[in-house]
Nanobody, 125 residues
Framework: QVQLVESGGGLVQAGGSLRLSCAAS????????MGWFRQAPGKEREFVAV????????YYTDSVKGRFTISRDNAKRTVYLQMNSLKPEDTAVYYC??????????????????WGQGTQVTVSS
């Protein structure tokens, strides 16, 4: 069992940056692949990025490649999402999630076992 708490959201102008953090409870953080998802009003929750257990592999949705960077610190039991060159279309509630299975770097919501409560990111034009 793991509990996830996101932080770092807020209001930023287009072109700006934010860094999201997701702190995990429990002693087995390094056994989970960690993902970030987002959900805009009236839309489905969508995959943003994932990082493998070791941190050596990452995978991004096309719309954020080159702008967002996912990283993790297993000693601190924290995963990060650095978001640069933000656009109004990045506005959403951002969720971190933990995958305890063997999928490695899944982009599928169904593969994730634990979810945080979300943090709001609003990008003004």
């Amino acid at each position: 069992q793991v509990q996830l708490v996101e932080s770092g959201g807020g209001l930023v102008q287009a072109g700006g940056s934010l860094r999201l953090s997701c702190a995990a409870s429990g002693r087995t953080f390094s056994s989970y692949a960690m993902g970030w998802f987002r959900q805009a009003p009236g839309k489905e929750r969508e995959f943003v990025a994932v990082i493998s257990r070791s941190g050596r592999r990452t995978y991004y949705t096309d719309s954020v490649k080159g702008r967002f960077t996912i990283s993790r610190d297993n000693a601190k039991r924290t995963v990060y999402l650095q978001m640069n060159s933000l656009k109004p279309e990045d506005t959403a509630v951002y969720y971190c999630a933990a995958d305890e299975g063997d999928s490695g770097t899944s982009a599928r919501r169904v593969d994730y076992d634990y979810w945080g409560q979300g943090t709001q990111v609003t990008v003004s034009s």
